[in-house]
């Protein structure tokens, strides 16, 4: 069953689990045709849309959000078969993608404009906000549902229509979002769904129409970049989420204990497969060997496997490409002079070897000329890096073109705000491994993209501001 309900191609594709390499279902596998289509839908649905209360937009976000709420549980454990992660992770994250859609029902209604004085007595100024119309939108396959919801919650909120391309990899979690909205009472064409297993020809189509008015992306840099210049054809507005170096600081008077808890749980958070987990782990000299000693006892107790079995930590990775770069990032490590402390290879076993395992691993001894110093991971791997003093950190951890979440542990509060001021990333933990919610904005700096999600400034990046001037005669 599909809820993509302008599908034209009729073809279908095979979606697996990466736990077990089992076939979980089949979809559409969408093409140009279907894009256009999606787009057709979205044009013609725009001023109706458009065109509704705040109050109506906003009582259909709140449906959305209770009906996900009652399906948390369905959608966790499809979550965990299609993309890896523990059932308990996926329970989070539908919480967190409920939060959107019941944050920005509420934020519809607080759209306002500004009545401007004016240099003259005979005239009144107005901004008002306004749609910025068509949405086009692309979200990854490791927060299949969350990642969707930041997108559309806040777009439908604004008054826009919308149509997602999500991930080939999670197409089903997708689509039971989508499923949602319809139950939701979300009209037809207002947010439209085109899973297909080719995104290039999809995504050309949206990204070259001119009634498509905004890209909005989460994916990987490179991807995001070629987007983005594509878009810049038909002057589209763009956001982009893209990837992360997050820098992990530890200094020195911090509790080594608490604050390897704290690497260990967000290093390995979906299998390290988050743009915010911490990438380079830097740990002031004098606590070195206390915070490893606690790291590597972590990390060695982190059971991998389903996630759907109890006590599982660490899932699958996404596909056989993302092993391939764990062993190729560790390869690299090694022959520079890295030493393994924990893991390092594929973890194989009677019931993993049909999925993408990858054993939690824990390397010293890093330098700059290795690629898991510049490259984004994206996996299970923790590089921890001793630094002595708080200008070298500060000079290390900027050292990345990344620029997206970045952690800073200390109790010296002096240090802590001079150090996060100076961080050259959108994000930073202090003392805190999470900072994240539907009412913040999250985004990056440099590489790692333009504009935020969540929160009031989530809103502004489906907003046109129009200026009304209004002579008034005396
Ligand atoms: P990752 O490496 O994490 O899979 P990608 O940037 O490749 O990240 O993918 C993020 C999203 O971008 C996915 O939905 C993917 O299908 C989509 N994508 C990848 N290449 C293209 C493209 N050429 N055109 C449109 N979408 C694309």
Known sequence: MTVTDTEVSG???????????????TVPD????????????????????AGRTAYERSAVLHRAHGLMLERAGDLARLMTIEQGKPLRAARNEVGYAADFLSW?????????????????????????????GVVAAITPWNYPISMITRKVA????????????????TPLCAIEVFRILHDAGLPAGVATLLTTSDPAPVGDVLLDDHRVRKLTFTGSTEIGRALAARAAATMKRVSLELGGHAPFVVFDDADPKHAAKGAALVKFLNAGQACICPNRIYVQRGILEPFLET????????????????????????????????ERQVADARAKGAEVLLGGARATGDDLAAGHFFQPTVLTGITRDMDIYHEETFGPIAPVIPFDTEAE???LANDTRYGLASYVYTRDLDRAVRVAE?????????????????????????????????????IEEYLDTKLVGISVAR
């Open 154 to 169: 806040p777009a439908v909120a604004a008054g826009c229509t919308i149509v997602l391309k999500p991930a080939e990899q």
């Open 30 to 49: 969408c093409g140009p045709d279907d894009a256009r289509a999606a787009v057709d839908a979205a044009a013609a649905a725009l001023p109706g849309w």
């Open 11 to 25: 073809r279908r594709y095979t979606v697996h689990n990466p736990a077990t390499g089992a076939e979980i279902g």
């Open 295 to 326: 790291l590597v006892a972590r990390v060695a107790g982190m059971r991998v496997g389903d996630g759907l079995a109890d006590g599982v930590a660490v899932g699958p990775l996404i596909d056989e490409a993302a092993l391939a770069k764990m």
């Open 104 to 132: 920005y029902a509420e934020e519809a209604k607080r759209v306002y404009g500004t009545l401007i004085p004016s240099p003259r007595s005979d005239q009144r100024l107005l901004a008002l906000r306004q749609p910025v």
């Open 422 to 458: 100076q961080l050259q990333f959108g994000i930073v933990g202090v003392n805190d491994i999470n900072p994240t919610a539907a009412a913040a904005p999250f985004g990056g700096v440099k590489d790692s993209g333009l504009g935020r999600e969540g929160g009031p400034a989530g």
């Open 393 to 395: 950190v500060v000079e």
